[in-house]
């Protein structure tokens, strides 16, 4: 049996929120990244209720920070037990001055930025909790990217 592998996969794109369905999807991005011997990088897309909260003052900076690394560390804990390398990041995944920012093309904007081999990002039902984003990211990652995607 050969060594060779159809793709080389350096790293692994994973967008996250507070969804079960985006700590699914990290699942299966450090399973892809443990098989190819890549790192995974996990980015906190924040929602449009978030971005406007933190923009107008409503929310407190270190609440938006507590949450996001409370979803960093489940990343970092489910990236651990397969063994891979993890890094993060958090991006505004809607802008009230840019009309063309949204989930879908922060996830490609930053798939881009690091060179990013592949990308997996969660399918969501839309629950309407201001926390969960990625619902509607994932068709326009499998339309658009450039990568491979598995959607999970």
């Known amino acids: 049996m050969s060594d060779r592998r159809p793709m080389d996969v350096e790293l692994v794109l994973v967008p996250v929120d507070r969804s079960e369905e985006s700590a699914n999807a990290v699942e299966h991005a450090a399973a892809v990244a443990a098989e190819y011997d890549a790192a995974v990088h996990a980015v906190h897309v924040l929602g449009e209720d978030v971005v406007r909260a933190i923009e107008t003052g409503v929310v407190d900076d270190e609440d938006v920070v507590a949450d996001s690394d409370a979803i960093q560390e489940s990343a970092h804990d489910i990236a651990d037990r397969y063994g891979v390398a993890l890094s993060t990041s958090v991006a505004y ?23 990013a081999d592949f990308i997996v990002v969660p399918r969501e039902p839309v629950s309407g909790d201001p926390g969960e984003v990625l619902a509607k990211a994932a068709e326009y990652v499998l339309l658009y990217a450039s990568q491979p995607v598995l959607s999970v």
């Open 93 to 115: 995944g809607f802008s009230t001055k840019m009309k063309l920012r949204h989930p879908g093309s922060v996830v490609l904007d930053t798939a881009e930025e690091l060179d």
